[in-house]
């Protein structure tokens, strides 16, 4: 089959609709609200319309909206793989206090509570997404995105997958003050060592500055916290390449994510990069206050 399709379901508010705008700008073909009896008829018809050789990347919100779709979905998606399609599930979920806050400004109605309280048509809606929820190949939690980072995100999952044969790792400093990154797959915490913070010379820096750098480098326990992290990593990268990981997010955290974090990530992505890995770096946290 030529089609690689991604389902876009979880919670309201959750930002179902930035993702699927993401996915149009990395050149997939996007419905919105398709009722889920219709999913075999429409992939058989975009099937017919790919020539061959090609291959359409579909994505496709299917979400409570549609009444069927929670007594329906088992059924249809075990159908359409059946029949050779490839269906990838993305879930999309966010907070309680998030959600409610994001329903008050945009001031629409819950599809579980459209008169009666926010807080219990949430609930009901994740306690009857459950079960899908278990069934996705990938739970993004939204809490901490705004439109731009969660768009950020959706290229990062899905753009030029076929075109990777390496995974993709993604680094990011982080203060843990502000919160651990929710889609990290490793954490690092770095807060055992040295802290510049409270050198009055160097609380002003960051971590990307020499003075900063060799303050945390010179300790013994950073020299043999890299050696072991190389020796980690060394072991787990030629597992993960087996398995087809396509991304891997490691986020280093100390208190503020200005100092020791920021140093540990820079040299964490000089270890992968000696290993031929493809490597990006984000330093979420090293401006903020």
């Given at each position: 089959?030529?089609?690689?399709?991604?389902?876009?379901?979880?919670?309201s508010?959750?930002?179902?609709?930035?993702?699927?705008?993401?996915?149009?700008?990395?050149?997939?073909?996007?419905?919105?609200?398709?009722?889920i009896?219709?999913?075999?008829e429409?992939?058989?018809?975009?099937?017919?319309?790919?020539?061959?050789?090609?291959?359409?990347?579909?994505?496709?919100?299917?979400?409570?909206r549609?009444?069927t779709?929670?007594?329906?979905?088992?059924?249809?998606?075990?159908?359409?793989?059946?029949?050779?399609?490839?269906?990838?599930?993305?879930f999309?979920?966010?907070s309680?206090?998030?959600?409610?806050?994001?329903?008050?400004?945009?001031?629409?109605?819950?599809?579980?509570?459209?008169?009666?309280?926010?807080?219990?048509?949430?609930r009901?809606?994740?306690?009857?997404?459950?079960?899908?929820?278990?069934?996705?190949?990938?739970?993004v939690?939204?809490?901490?995105?705004?439109?731009?980072?969660?768009?950020?995100e959706?290229?990062?999952?899905y753009?030029?997958?076929e075109?990777?044969?390496?995974?993709?790792i993604?680094?990011?400093?982080?203060?843990?003050?502000?919160?651990?990154?929710?889609e990290a797959?490793?954490?690092?915490?770095?807060?055992f060592?040295?802290?510049?913070?409270?050198?009055?010379?160097?609380?002003?820096?960051?971590?990307?500055?020499e003075?900063?750098?060799?303050?945390?480098?010179?300790?013994?326990?950073a020299?043999?916290?890299?050696?072991?992290l190389?020796?980690?990593?060394?072991?787990l990268?030629?597992?993960?390449h087996?398995e087809?990981?396509?991304?891997?997010?490691?986020?280093?955290?100390?208190?503020?994510?200005?100092?020791?974090?920021?140093v540990?990530?820079?040299?964490?992505?000089?270890i992968?990069?000696?290993?031929?890995?493809?490597?990006?770096?984000?330093?979420?946290?090293?401006?903020?206050d």
């Amino acid at each position: 089959m030529s089609l690689d399709t991604v389902i876009i379901t979880g919670l309201s508010g959750s930002g179902k609709s930035t993702a699927l705008k993401a996915f149009e700008d990395i050149g997939y073909f996007c419905v919105d609200n398709l009722p889920i009896l219709l999913l075999p008829e429409f992939l058989a018809l975009k099937d017919q319309e790919v020539s061959s050789g090609e291959k359409l990347k579909v994505a496709i919100v299917m979400d409570l909206r549609e009444k069927t779709f929670l007594d329906q979905y088992q059924s249809i998606f075990c159908q359409v793989k059946e029949q050779g399609y490839h269906l990838e599930i993305l879930f999309l979920e966010a907070s309680d206090e998030v959600l409610i806050q994001r329903f008050s400004q945009t001031r629409r109605p819950h599809p579980l509570a459209p008169k009666g309280s926010l807080a219990e048509g949430i609930r009901l809606e994740r306690e009857r997404l459950q079960g899908i929820k278990e069934w996705a190949h990938q739970v993004v939690d939204t809490s901490r995105f705004n439109v731009h980072q969660l768009r950020a995100e959706i290229i990062r999952l899905y753009a030029h997958r076929e075109d990777l044969v390496r995974p993709t790792i993604h680094i990011i400093s982080f203060g843990f003050k502000y919160g651990v990154p929710p889609e990290a797959n490793m954490v690092l915490d770095v807060r055992f060592l040295p802290n510049p913070y409270f050198n009055p010379l160097l609380k002003p820096l960051d971590g990307r500055q020499e003075a900063v750098k060799d303050f945390v480098l010179r300790s013994e326990e950073a020299r043999r916290f890299l050696e072991h992290l190389e020796g980690l990593l060394g072991f787990l990268l030629p597992l993960y390449h087996r398995e087809g990981k396509a991304y891997m997010v490691i986020a280093v955290g100390c208190t503020g994510g200005r100092h020791r974090s920021v140093v540990m990530a820079e040299q964490l992505r000089q270890i992968l990069m000696g290993m031929g890995e493809d490597v990006l770096i984000t330093h979420r946290d090293m401006d903020k206050d």
